[in-house]
T-cell receptor, first 117, second 113 residues
């Protein structure tokens, strides 16, 4: 089945550091990728929708200057948490959809556990 | 607007018990419906899906039937195993708007040996 690789799986860094998370679709082309944030024992919160070659669409309340998204190719999207602070600590998950037509499901990466000290 | 409502957890069962996790939705038209599973410390995996009324999705012994008349997509398994312990998310997807997923809050399942 479709595989999405997310890297790194865990990051621990000091406050003020910028952290980049990569999301790759390994065996399909993903014109659309999604970035989620998950708080402990909570559902997923969609942060932004990323389309290859265009600016990401951010959900209400998500700071686009804080969470920079780049979708430079059909197989790679990156999320950069700029000047991270402890409140940015969370589980970040990306997903990618296989193709544009029909009702293709989203395929998820294994997530990145971000801890800001 | 579109929404998904799941039964609240946590659900605790003994091994080989019957499982039902209720999911109902609100949406116009004909959404696609999904169940995703999240094992401890991992990302989400698609468990099963259904794209039209009366479709039955099935995988790994789990089943869910798309019931338009009751706007439901309940997840069932006849005999759960310890390895089924996870959080289960019901979701719907509409056409257009990049077909974003609308998520339920998730139901935590713990299966005891």
């Amino acid at each position: 089945g479709a595989v999405v690789s997310q890297h790194p799986s865990r990051v621990i860094c000091k406050s003020g550091t910028s952290v980049k998370i990569e999301c790759r679709s390994l065996d399909f082309q993903a014109t659309t990728m999604f970035w989620y944030r998950q708080f402990p024992k909570k559902s997923l919160m969609l942060m932004a929708t990323s389309n290859e070659g265009s600016k990401a669409t951010y959900e209400q309340g998500v700071e686009k200057d804080k969470f920079l998204i780049n979708h430079a190719s059909l197989t790679l999207s990156t999320l950069t948490v700029t000047s991270a602070h402890p409140e940015d600590s969370s589980f970040y998950i990306c997903s990618a959809r296989d193709g544009q037509g029909g009702n293709q499901p989203q395929h998820f990466g294994d997530g990145t556990r971000l801890s800001i000290l | 607007g579109n929404s998904v409502t799941q039964m609240e957890g946590p659900v605790t069962l003994s091994e080989e018990a019957f499982l039902t996790i209720n999911c109902t939705y609100t949406a116009t038209g004909y959404p696609s419906l999904f169940w995703y599973v999240q094992y401890p410390g991992e990302g989400l995996q698609l468990l099963l899906k259904a794209t039209k009324a009366d479709d039955k999705g099935s995988n790994k012994g789990f089943e869910a039937t798309y019931r338009k008349e009751t706007t439901s997509f309940h997840l069932e398994k006849g005999s759960v195993q310890v390895s089924d312990s996870a959080v289960y998310f019901c979701a719907l997807s509409k056409s257009g708007n990049n077909r974003k997923l609308i998520w339920g809050l998730g139901t935590s399942l713990a299966v005891n040996p």
